[in-house]
């Protein structure tokens, strides 16, 4: 089993934190993982991406199609919309976003992360949305192992608003 | 055996040099390497390791230079920026004999260029950089869990050779995060045969030098130093062999460009496309060793790199016009995907 998958936003929205997670999990059950980070020189502000392959072999660490692309900002969103697999997820943060993918090929879900994050927790949980979102799409990592890593990775007093989002983002993806 | 942990590139290979008994880093920091020297300060203090920032890298590598004649681990970590001004140091270390582990994070040149990933340092760290004739051993990582495991092997090279070894890692490598398993913890080796640390109960006392007297024993210097070049060459050619055996097309790429590879020869096997790779892993030597078998039979090889055409001359050296040699390259920090490859081969095969 193979996944790839492309997280893609702007610094500070934990883009590549939520790779680190996703990446934490599946090493767990004994996959090979390769998270390969792209950011610029900007502490916020700048493009923030990262390109995960969960596989059971090593392979290349640059994907040529994924099978799930978050985005996170509308640039993201124009550079990666053509890196979806045909039959693959593309994940929209439509807090941030108000233009329409162009694809039919693919499944297109939009999800208001700020607004869901703020009802469940507060707005600094959005990436634990979208991170739902993206587990939703994935037969390698459940719901219980992403909960897992949120308890191994946050701070206790974190962790029951962060799971709480994670389950809302989840929840969301029919 | 060893947990495996999560770890980026970079991180990995600090503590491995650690483990290593690598006890004495001196560095300035640059982007793609940075992480190197950050991790290895911060375990500064528990450790007991000496941790330098220079003013320069002119400084580091001959501060490295100096814990070298010492007997002791040393190394410092750059970028191509960085190394370019350690190539006098480079130089000095390999004809005095001195062995220090050295890493290359290569990203996109010539100058400033940018800071993503690339191959372009091929020619600088394979055949010299520096002045006159010398070489250094350079081994070149593809995954996390080799530059880990490349942090005891450069400094066990160094010293039975007594030649600086240089790690060719690039911004890929370098900031990419994988599963690895660290390499166990080595206690350092007793006193160096080669130490300066005055005589205390050796019958003499050890000199390091680059210097002979007149051009008779100049050039008997060079050739002892030589005579090491040749001995390394014959005897640690590194390399992995993908698929060679009934392939038509042998592709050549290491690093980075190795990586991608992997993933187009899955997808040219599954079309039926007979394709192999042969991925050095010592780029000084150059494995040629590897290509005695496949010249002279119509096979096709195909080198790619993420630089405008370097290790394809030696792969032109290694098959002496008995083979016919394409390259493909890209620049700037773009690195193909392997579709991108894929669609290459392709157009090889017609």
């Known amino acids: 089993m193979k996944s790839e998958l492309i997280f893609s936003g702007i610094g500070g929205q934990g883009t590549i934190l939520m790779g680190k997670m996703a990446c934490t999990a599946a090493s767990k059950k004994g996959y090979n993982v390769t998270l390969s980070p792209a950011y610029g020189q900007e502490k916020r502000g700048g493009r923030a991406s990262c390109q995960v392959v969960i596989s059971e072999e090593i392979g290349s660490m640059i994907i040529s199609e994924a099978d799930t692309i978050l985005v996170m900002d509308e640039k993201s969103l124009i550079d990666y919309e053509g890196k979806v697999k045909p039959g693959g997820t593309l994940i929209i943060n439509s807090s941030m976003i108000d233009k329409k993918a162009d694809r039919t090929d693919i499944k297109v879900v939009e999800i208001p992360f700020t607004e869901i994050a703020t009802k469940v927790a507060t707005a600094k949980s959005a990436n634990m949305v979208a991170l739902g979102a993206v587990v939703k799409t994935l037969d390698i990592i459940t719901l219980d192992d992403a909960r897992e890593v949120i308890k191994m990775k946050m701070k206790p007093a974190l962790v029951d608003a962060n799971i709480k989002a994670l389950e809302a983002g989840y929840d969301y993806v029919k | ?350």
Request: proline share 5%; hydrophobic share 40%; net charge negative.
């Open chain 2, 1 to 350: 055996m060893a947990d495996k942990v999560f770890m980026q590139g970079n991180e990995a290979f600090a503590e491995a040099a650690i483990r290593s008994g690598c006890k004495f880093f001196f560095g300035y920091p640059i982007t793609p390497s940075s992480e190197i020297p950050e991790y290895y300060a911060k375990k500064a203090p528990a450790e007991g390791l000496t941790f330098i920032q220079a003013e320069t890298e002119v400084s580091a590598f001959n501060m490295v230079a100096g814990v070298a004649a010492t007997g002791k681990r040393g190394m410092t970590a750059t970028a191509g920026p960085g190394f370019s001004l350690g190539c006098e140091a480079m130089s000095y270390m390999s004809a005095a004999s001195l062995p220090a582990v050295i890493v290359d994070c290569m990203r996109p040149g010539p100058a400033d260029g940018e800071i993503l990933g690339s191959q372009g340092d091929y020619n600088q760290l394979t055949k010299g950089g520096g002045h006159g004739d010398y070489n250094t051993i350079v081994l070149a990582p593809y995954s996390v869990q080799e530059y880990a495991d490349f942090a005891p092997l450069a400094f066990d090279l160094a010293e039975k050779y007594r030649n600086p070894v240089v790690i060719a890692s690039d911004g890929t490598i370098a900031k990419m995060m994988e599963n690895v398993v660290l390499p166990e913890r080595v206690e350092p080796k007793g006193r160096a045969d080669w130490a300066v640390d005055g005589m205390n109960g050796r019958g003499h006392h050890n000199d390091i030098t680059t210097c002979g007297d007149g051009p008779e024993q100049w050039e008997r210097f060079n050739l002892d130093l030589q005579a090491k070049f040749a001995k390394i060459r014959e005897n640690e050619q590194r390399w992995e062999e993908i698929d060679t055996a009934d392939a038509d097309i042998i592709i050549v790429a290491f690093g980075t460009m190795a990586r991608v590879c992997l993933d187009a020869i899955r997808l040219a096997r599954k079309d039926g496309l007979k394709v192999g790779m042969i991925r050095p892993i010592t780029i000084w030597p150059f494995p040629e060793k590897a290509f005695a078998n496949y010249i002279g039979k119509g096979k096709k090889f195909f080198v790619t790199e993420l630089n405008a055409g370097q290790m394809v001359n030696d792969v032109k050296i290694a098959v002496n016009d008995n083979a016919s040699v394409e390259f493909y390259g890209r620049l700037g920090g773009m690195i193909p995907s392997p579709v991108e490859i894929y669609n290459k081969l392709c157009e090889l095969y017609k």
